[in-house]
């Protein structure tokens, strides 16, 4: 019978996912505000601050979805 006290899996996922979703989110902040000398072709979009808010929402999903199943039990 598995412990009460332990958190599944998904619960660490998303706070990975929100923790690496920041660190990105943030350089492509800093990116966008000081913008480097060679650019790629696809620099316009600012494709870290698309991916990095993506991952922090989709892990804030799975973290939150997770905490409040293990709360209820």
């Known amino acids: 019978m598995p412990d009460k006290n332990m958190k ?7 706070l990975i996912l929100i ?10 902040i800093y990116l966008y505000f000081n913008p480097p000398d060679i650019k790629t072709v696809l620099a316009d979009t600012h494709p870290n601050i698309w991916w990095g808010g993506l991952m922090i929402a989709f892990g804030g999903g799975m973290f939150l979805k997770t905490r409040e199943k293990h709360s209820r039990k």
């Open 8 to 14: 599944p899996i998904w619960y660490f996922v998303g």
């Open 19 to 28: 923790v690496t979703g920041g660190l990105i989110l943030s350089s492509g």
